[in-house]
């Protein structure tokens, strides 16, 4: 029974960085994700003047409560969301100065509006350079006072998560209203963390209030990344394998551990213990109709096994999917059809038919998640399959190739 390492999650790093920046005293952050995106954040932070040592099993941040040190500062968040979204949110909350923040010409392309509409409602002199909405950015940063202000969250939870995280560096606390919110999970881990770092914050339904008084230090384990686990667990699942991964369990924070639940659906079997996870090859995969609005980054993985089930499946409400890395829903369906299976798709929606996927080059569309995803894809066709970008699995888990051919027998996939 192979027990996966599987590397830390980014979701609770990109917060945690956050967290240990504005908190009182040195932060110690135990087993992070060392990744493009984790890196990225932690340089931008480097680039306002916090203090951020790197060692290989665990990071140490100096927190600022009364903001970075630089007060002019011009960050490049590369393609990473959350630092392009977190730290604009920071530096308003916590600085005094003028800081331009801009990003890949991939991360350019996803919207920014709803989470700088609210910044700027609540008194942030926040300018978009170029496109409304869209990096690049330039905050000019005096404190915030708090108040009440309402967001959508229908494209991205990490809206409301920048906005819970700014609401203790206020001076009279927040109260948040939410129209619409995708991927609810989320907000539990970063609720569940904020507390962890001394935070007060309340939810009442749609609204959440956050109480002044910052943050306090703390040593903090991240535990692995629960969607980078789902391409190991789909993998057992279609190759009659057995996988275990460790420290995700059922007292994990991240929603996406219930993938496991689609897979136990379709017939796999499911062990969870407090800390563990296992996932045992089931006879064959039945096909399902499965709405994927909280787990939404794990849909190319159902989608790249999809072809494997007995029936036809069914991902619904995953609209908010079109604007991440790529439109997700698209690349799916685009590379699915590449391999020769029959798919349709809509707004919110892709059903892909039982079929026998043969060889072909996956397009990325620089798209870590595709890749990942159609890895798994490719342990069921002879010869594999190839990737044209191989290497944008460097977002989240730089050695995923090495690490899944250790597992499945399958060799680290070639670039064309």
């Not at 665990?58 to 960050?75: K, L, M, Q, Y």
Request: charge should be negative; charged fraction near 20%.
């Amino acid at each position: 029974m192979p027990v996966v390492e599987i590397p830390g999650s980014k979701s609770v790093t990109a917060r945690a960085l956050f967290l240990a920046a504005a908190a009182r005293g040195t932060t110690t952050l135990v087993r992070p994700l060392s990744s493009d995106d984790t890196e990225g954040f932690a340089e931008g932070l480097l680039q306002l003047g916090y203090g951020v040592e790197r060692g290989p099993d665990a990071w140490r941040i100096e927190g600022r409560p009364t903001g970075p040190a630089a007060t002019d500062a011009d960050v490049y968040c590369r393609d990473g969301a959350t630092t392009s979204r977190f730290l604009p949110t920071l530096t308003a909350a916590a600085a005094h100065g003028t800081y331009r923040f801009d990003a890949s010409p991939q991360m350019r392309r996803r919207p920014l509006a709803p989470l700088t509409r609210a910044l700027r409602d609540l008194g942030v002199d926040l300018r978009h350079e170029e496109a409304e909405g869209h990096h690049p950015l330039t905050v000019t940063a005096g404190g915030v006072r708090g108040g009440d202000v309402t967001l959508d969250a229908g494209q991205s939870s990490q809206y409301l998560t920048a906005l819970l995280l700014l609401g203790p560096l206020t001076r009279t606390g927040l109260r948040i209203t939410v129209t619409d919110l995708v991927s609810a999970p989320y907000i539990g881990i970063t609720l569940a963390m904020m507390r962890s770092f001394g935070a007060e914050v309340r939810r009442d339904g749609s609204v959440f209030t956050v109480e002044p008084g910052g943050y306090r230090a703390t040593t903090y384990a991240i535990e692995p990344d629960a969607s980078t686990a789902s391409y190991f667990f789909a993998a057992a699942a279609v190759t009659g394998a057995e996988v275990t991964v460790e420290g995700l369990g059922k007292d994990a924070l991240q929603g996406d551990l219930g993938f496991v639940d689609v897979l136990r659906r379709m017939g796999a079997g499911v062990a969870t213990t407090a800390d563990r996870t296992t996932v045992t090859a089931p006879a064959g995969l039945s096909g399902i109709t499965v709405n994927m609005r909280d787990i939404s980054d794990t849909m190319p993985t159902l989608a790249a096994i999809a072809p494997y089930a007995s029936g036809p499946v069914r991902i619904e409400d995953v609209h908010n999917t079109r604007v991440k890395e790529c439109d997700r829903l698209d690349a799916c369906a685009q590379n699915l059809r590449a391999l020769g299976v029959t798919v349709a798709t809509g707004p919110d929606w892709i059903e892909i038919q039982p079929g026998t996927p043969a060889p072909a080059e996956i397009t990325t569309y620089g798209d870590h998640r595709i890749a990942m995803s159609f890895a798994v894809t490719g342990l069921r066709i002879p010869g594999g399959v190839t990737f044209d970008d191989p290497g944008c699995v460097r977002k989240t888990f730089p050695d995923f190739h090495e690490a899944f051919a250790k597992v499945f027998g399958q060799p680290s996939t070639p670039t064309r």
